[in-house]
Nanobody, 126 residues
Framework: QVQLVESGGGLVQPGGSLRLSCEVS????????IGWFRQAPGKEREDVGC????????YYGASVEGRFTISRDNAKNTVYLQMNNLEPEDTAVYYC???????????????????WGQGTLVTVSS
């Protein structure tokens, strides 16, 4: 059974950093793209970025590009979201997701993500 578990959320001051982890089980991570998303209270879900299958080529949403970095350790079946220079507007529940129907796909694939983690809360506040 495929499972994704996010961790690493918490309270951080503006300008600070956090690293989120997404541990994936039930599949070989190297073969699958992983997306990161976030949802703030009262707002729609936002695309944070993606790590493509195999080499983990990363793409980012406009609001986080230059501040966030996605990486993966396929041997540990874990994808990371390093968040730097955090702003109050980054406060949200962060989710990772994967598309199990299309192994080998890149981040521009149109197929939806079909397995999601439970989310981890990031709060940026002084």
């Amino acid at each position: 059974q495929v499972q994704l578990v996010e961790s690493g959320g918490g309270l951080v001051q503006p300008g600070g950093s956090l690293r989120l982890s997404c541990e994936v089980s039930g599949l070989n991570l190297a073969d699958y793209r992983i997306g990161w998303f976030r949802q703030a209270p009262g707002k729609e879900r936002e695309d944070v970025g993606c790590s493509s299958s195999y080499i983990g080529l990363a793409y980012y949403g406009a609001s986080v590009e230059g501040r966030f970095t996605i990486s993966r350790d396929n041997a540990k079946n874990t994808v990371y979201l390093q968040m730097n220079n955090l702003e109050p507007e980054d406060t949200a529940v962060y989710y990772c997701a994967t598309d199990t129907q299309n192994p080998g796909s890149g981040c521009r694939a149109a197929a939806p993500y079909d397995y999601w983690g439970q989310g981890t809360l990031v709060t940026v506040s002084s």
